[in-house]
C-alpha cells in the first residue's frame, strides 16, 4: 500500500494537467502553436524580394555561378539547337489558324482584356473573349453562365459546344487561356507545327493528380486541335453522363474527358528536358516553387535558366502593366549586331549632350521627392 500511494503521488507531481493553474494554460498554449504550425502551413511562400534575397546570400553562390555558365553557353546552344530545325516547320507554323479563347469577366474587360488585345493576342489568327456580357470594344463570345470559379466547368463547356458549332472549320488549333497569360505566339506556332492534324492532340502544362495521363493547367493555357474539339463535342458532351459539364476544376474536368475519350496528352518539355508552358509565373519558374504546387507537377521543376525553354510559350500571374513590359522586352527591344538593322540608319550618333531651358510649365521635383526616387531607383525591385 505505501508503494502504491508513493507511486501515485509521483504521477501526480509529473502530470503537467493535475494543477488548476496549469491546465488554465493548457489551453492557450496549445492553441498558440496550433495557431504556429497553421501558419506555417499556409504562409510557406515568402514575398518576391526576401526570395531574392535568399537566392543572393552566400549559400546560394551555386546558384548564380549556374546562371552565369548558363548564359556564356547561350550562344552555343542556340547554334546548335537551329542547326537541327527542319525549315519545313516553319512555313508550316505560319500557315497554321489559331483561333485564342481567352476566359474573361465584365469587370476585367477594360483592364487585363485591353492588355491582352493589345500585346500577342494580336498575333493569334482569331482572338475572342469569352464573357457573359458582350462589348463593342473586342471580338467576344457570350455564354450564358453565372460568372465565377464555381462555374467554370459550365463556362468552358458551352464555350467548346460554342467553337465546335461556329468555328471548326475555320480554325486548325483552339487555344483555350485566361486574361491573365501571356503568350509566345511565334513559339506556340512552331510547337504545334510538329503535331499531325489527323489525330486529336491536346497539350498544355502538365499536372500529375487525380488522372491516370495527368491533366492540363488552365492557368499556363492549352492547346487542342480540330480533330480534338470535334470529339470531346461529338463523342463526350453530345453523349450523355460521359464528361463532366459543371463544376469548378475546369482544366481537371476537360483532362478527364479527354482521358475517357483516349486522347493522350503531348510533351510540352523542349529537348533540354525544360517547360515551356508555366502556370505559376516568371519569377517562381526562375527562383523555384514552393508548398502544394510541387504536388501538382508531373515531372520536378528546375530552376534558374534550366526553369524555361528559350522557346517558351506562356506565362500564367501576368498584370495588364507587366504584359506591356514583356511585349517591349521581346518584340522592341534589340542587341546590336545578334538582331538586323536596317543598312544607312543611324542609331546613335556624336552629338554633344545638351540640356534645354526649362519649359514654362516645367515644375521641378521638391528635395522630398528627389529623395524618394533615388531611394526607389536604387533598390533591387
Known sequence: ????????????????????????????????????????????????????????????????????????????????????????????????????????????????????????????TKLVFVTQKPSSSFDTMQVDVQEGRSYLTDKTVKTLIALYKTYRNDYDWFFKCDDDVYIIMENLRHLLAKHDSHIPVYLGHQFRLFTTQGYLSGGAGYAMNRRALEKINEDGFQVSGKCDISGKDEDLDIGHCFEKLGVKVYSTIDSHKRQSFHPFGFQRAFYGHVGGEMFYVSRPY????????????????????????????????????????????????????????????????????????????????
Not at 20 to 34: D, H, Q, S, W, Y
Not at 321 to 332: A, I, K, Q
Open 302 to 381: 528546375k530552376t534558374g535558366p534550366e526553369c524555361c525553354s528559350e522557346f517558351t510559350v506562356s506565362f500564367h500571374y501576368v498584370t495588364p502593366e507587366d504584359m506591356y513590359l514583356m511585349e517591349f522586352l521581346l518584340y522592341h527591344a534589340r542587341i546590336f549586331g545578334r538582331h538586323s538593322t536596317a543598312k544607312g540608319k543611324e542609331i546613335f550618333t556624336t552629338q554633344e549632350a545638351v540640356i534645354s531651358d526649362k519649359a514654362p510649365n516645367e515644375v521641378l521635383l521638391s528635395p522630398k521627392y528627389i529623395w524618394h526616387y533615388l531611394f526607389r531607383y536604387s533598390r533591387f525591385e
Open 1 to 124: 500500500m505505501h508503494e502504491t500511494s508513493a507511486f501515485r503521488m509521483m504521477i501526480r507531481w509529473k502530470n503537467p494537467f493535475h494543477s488548476t493553474t496549469r491546465a488554465k494554460l493548457c489551453g492557450p498554449v496549445i492553441f498558440l502553436i496550433a495557431m504556429i504550425l497553421i501558419y506555417r502551413c499556409f504562409h510557406q511562400e515568402k514575398d518576391t524580394t526576401n526570395l531574392i534575397s535568399g537566392f543572393l546570400n552566400t549559400s546560394h553562390s551555386g546558384f548564380l555561378e549556374n546562371v552565369k555558365k548558363f548564359l556564356l553557353n547561350i550562344k552555343e546552344r542556340d547554334k546548335k539547337y537551329l542547326v537541327n530545325e527542319k525549315s519545313y516547320l516553319e512555313e508550316k507554323a505560319r500557315k497554321l489558324r489559331i483561333l485564342c479563347y481567352t476566359m474573361t469577366i465584365p469587370s476585367n474587360m477594360q483592364t487585363k482584356a485591353v492588355a491582352v488585345n493589345n500585346t500577342w493576342g494580336t498575333r493569334c
